[in-house]
């Protein structure tokens, strides 16, 4: 059965504090990797896609890197505004399946 | 970048009312759009895909009778949530898919909660 499990549940670090958010996946046949950000009360809004092991992505303070079990979400020197529930999801094949969700981390960081 | 709307973003109705809830893609055309329910500190649980032109796959334990998905045009989707009770209160999540020979990114929509009195 394909899944997802993400790990701390929840995390809080001082501002400034960098730290990795992990995501182990089971999946039959990976055809992507998708980490998103959530707010409360919003819908998740897009961040990275990683395809294949040892690709890696980055968006000023956030780095995804993918390996064959597992995902990680590092966050470099993070500031208040990256607060949030960060979700990550695998897509198996063929193209057009629908996302398979973990529980999500939910970070907070304090000045 | 790819910009999915829900409306509306809050609905507040009573038990046995119907309510309708669309989800439009703005700036591109998706054959592609899901729908997710997600419940306090709960991740996003899949409803059912839907496909324009064609009628919607539900999920196991998705009643298609109380759920009504129309993906009548490439940009928008409907879902109507018939008769509605207290437990089907919820926040209502739309996505629709950007697919290239690439990549294949679902776009999310900022929901819609839905209280049922």
């Known amino acids: 059965e394909d899944q997802v499990t993400q790990s701390p549940e929840a995390l809080r670090l001082q501002e400034g504090e960098s730290s990795s958010l992990n995501c182990s996946y089971t999946?039959?046949?990976?055809?992507?990797l998708f980490w998103y950000r959530q707010d409360p009360g919003k819908g998740p809004e897009f961040l990275f896609t990683?395809?294949?092991a040892g690709e890696e992505k980055e968006k000023e303070r956030l780095k995804a890197t993918l390996t064959k079990k597992e995902s990680f979400l590092h966050i470099t020197a993070p500031k208040p505004e990256d607060s949030a529930t960060y979700l990550c999801?695998?897509?198996?094949?063929?193209?057009?399946?629908?996302?398979?969700f973990g529980k999500g981390t939910t970070l907070s960081v304090s000045s | 970048g790819a910009v999915v709307s829900q409306h509306p973003s809050r609905v507040i109705c009573k038990s046995g009312t119907s309510v309708k809830i669309e989800c439009r893609s703005l700036?591109?055309?998706?054959?592609?759009m899901f729908w997710y329910r997600q419940f306090p500190k709960q991740s996003l649980m899949l409803m059912a895909t839907?496909?324009?032109?064609?009628?919607?796959?539900?999920e196991q334990g998705v009643e298609k009778d109380k759920f009504l998905i129309n993906h009548a045009s490439l940009t928008l989707s409907t879902l109507t949530v018939t008769s509605a009770h207290p437990e089907d209160s919820s926040f209502y999540i739309c996505?629709?898919?950007?697919?290239?020979?690439?990549?294949?990114?679902?776009?999310f929509g900022p929901g819609t909660r839905l209280t049922v009195l």
């Open positions: 996505s629709a898919r950007v697919s290239t020979t690439s990549t294949d990114t679902q776009y």
């Open positions: 999946v039959s046949g990976l055809r992507g």
């Open positions: 990683l395809y294949s």
């Open positions: 999801a695998v897509q198996a094949v063929p193209a057009g399946t629908a996302l398979i």
């Open positions: 700036d591109f055309q998706a054959t592609t």
């Open positions: 839907s496909n324009e032109g064609s009628k919607a796959t539900y």
